[in-house]
């Protein structure tokens, strides 16, 4: 895989326009461009066609997380929209990722198109430990064993890969193999400000553990020069 074909940007903004102009400028420093929560509900899902008719490919961060028929349901529609990948909770259990994935590959195969990645989010990295036993009630298992068993199920259930913290990527890799995809936010190369992430690992360093995709958001978006940050992190990317 080339260096920028790691990169993932973050496209947190509101409208078609800003999204537009972003990946007009960016779309030849990176992979695939991410549509959250934020853009799709303000823009609906044409905005993931617009962006392919750029160019540009579409990671679709909608963190589905519903009954297995509705979640299949809706990742076969979603497979239509012809993006790279998109994802949903583990915590919605095996059948539920099942499902997805079986639905998935039968409308891939109906459209004759390449299906789309599927992601599983393990535990959101906004939980801490402690909100692991006060308010999920799980108890007696380390953060870092639950998300790797997430992990792990997620991958039986024929789901392509996870997202989840830099500092989880080894384990994961480790348990899940070489070809599961992982995906990692909290990126910030050295020389960009932190805001509000805490826990943040390099490009460099998120690679080398062992990560397919960055996502990186203001790094890029909020530089003065948003090409050169993206080329820059690129160099740094090549260099491992
Ligand atoms: O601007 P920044 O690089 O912080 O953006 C990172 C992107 O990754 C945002 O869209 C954010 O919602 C997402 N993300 C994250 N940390 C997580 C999960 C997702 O920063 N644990």
Redesign the pocket.
């Known amino acids: 895989m080339q260096a920028k074909d790691r990169i993932i940007l973050?496209l947190?903004v509101d409208t078609k326009a800003q999204a537009l102009n972003l990946v007009k400028e960016l779309k030849d420093q990176v992979g695939a461009f991410?549509v959250?929560m934020q853009l799709f509900n303000s823009e609906g899902p044409a905005i993931v066609e617009e962006i392919n008719d750029l160019g540009g490919q579409v990671f679709v961060d909608l963190k589905l997380h519903d009954i297995p028929n509705t979640v299949g349901a809706a990742g076969r529609v979603l497979t239509r929209l012809n993006a790279l990948m998109f994802n949903l909770h583990a915590a919605g259990g095996r059948e539920m990722m099942r499902k997805l994935a079986a639905e998935v590959a039968d409308e891939a195969n109906i459209l004759a198109i390449s299906p789309p990645l599927t992601l599983a989010v393990t535990v959101?990295?906004?939980i801490s430990a402690d909100d692991l036993v006060n308010d999920m009630l799980i108890k007696d298992y380390e953060l870092t064993d639950v998300v790797v068993n997430w992990a792990l199920m997620a991958k039986e259930c024929n789901i392509s890969g996870v997202?989840c913290?830099p500092r989880e990527i080894q384990a994961i890799r480790s348990a899940c193999g070489q070809d599961f995809k992982i995906v990692t936010?909290?990126?910030r190369p050295e020389w960009a400000a932190k805001?509000d992430?805490k826990r943040i690992t390099t490009p460099s360093e998120a690679v080398r553990l062992g990560a397919d995709y960055i996502?990186?958001?203001?790094?890029i978006t909020a530089a003065e020069n948003p090409k050169a940050a993206a080329i820059r992190i690129i160099e740094e990317l090549e260099a491992i």
């Open positions: 973050a947190d991410k959250g959101l990295t906004s997202v913290s936010p909290g990126i805001n992430q996502v990186i958001g203001r790094p």
